[in-house]
């Protein structure tokens, strides 16, 4: 995949939406950038661990989980071995270790991690969704964060939904259908436009 133009993309935000350019420029240059550097596996169980809880307290689970294991980044391997009372032990509930062992049961069986880049957007979110605990917006900030696509709505995020109420000065939270409206015109780089927006909401 070539790489993003950010400063091409915050241009373009600027030009087509004027309470989004007041925002590029409160904001300024743009610093997204995808995590190359852990896996896709690791990045995905991280995503399920999080759920419903807290960044501090998914941030211990993941540490005691780790240090049960002994590695620095979880894998199929290390879930395949891990006992039940280990990942209890860590601080997972019984539904986050059901969705965990899907996960590994998935990759072992035919999921093409390392193969999702190739796919398209909706591809991929397809082909995450099928993993219990992983619904779509798990799969587009994969979209986003991992493999770094420049297009991506996710139109359920809260953050997102927050920071355009604030920014448009509505009354309410938008619904979906506003925010696709809306987004029509900051195409090819709507993800670009999220991550101005979730920035824009760090001093609130």
């Known amino acids: 995949m070539p790489s993003l133009d950010l400063a091409r993309a915050a241009a373009h935000l600027r030009r087509c939406d004027s309470m989004l350019a007041d925002i590029v420029r409160e904001?300024?240059?743009?610093?997204?950038?995808?995590?190359?550097?852990?896996?896709?596996?690791?990045?995905?169980?991280?995503?399920?661990?999080?759920?419903?809880?807290?960044?501090?307290?998914?941030?211990?689970?993941?540490?005691?989980?780790?240090?049960?294991?002994?590695?620095?980044?979880?894998?199929?391997?290390?879930?395949?071995?891990?006992?039940?009372?280990?990942?209890?032990?860590?601080?997972?509930?019984?539904?986050?270790?059901?969705?965990?062992?899907?996960?590994?049961?998935?990759?072992?069986?035919?999921?093409?991690?390392?193969?999702?880049?190739?796919?398209?957007d909706e591809a991929v979110i397809e082909a995450l969704t099928e993993v219990k605990g992983i619904g779509r917006w798990t799969a587009e900030m994969f979209l986003i964060f991992r493999l770094g696509r420049p297009d991506v709505l996710p139109v359920h995020d809260y953050g997102i939904r927050k920071a355009l109420r604030i920014a448009y000065r509505l009354r309410k939270l938008p619904d979906p259908a506003w925010m696709r409206r809306k987004a029509e015109a900051w195409r090819p780089y709507r993800s670009i436009a999220c991550w101005y927006l979730w920035r824009s909401l760090e001093d609130r």
Do not use: M, W
């Open 27 to 120: 904001v300024g240059p743009c610093r997204f950038a995808p995590d190359r550097r852990s896996s896709a596996f690791h990045l995905l169980a991280q995503a399920i661990i999080s759920q419903q809880i807290t960044s501090k307290a998914a941030a211990s689970i993941e540490r005691k989980l780790l240090r049960s294991l002994g590695t620095r980044r979880l894998s199929p391997a290390h879930l395949v071995k891990a006992s039940h009372q280990v990942l209890r032990g860590a601080g997972l509930s019984r539904q986050k270790i059901a969705y965990l062992r899907d996960l590994t049961e998935h990759t072992r069986n035919g999921l093409p991690l390392q193969r999702l880049g190739r796919l398209t």
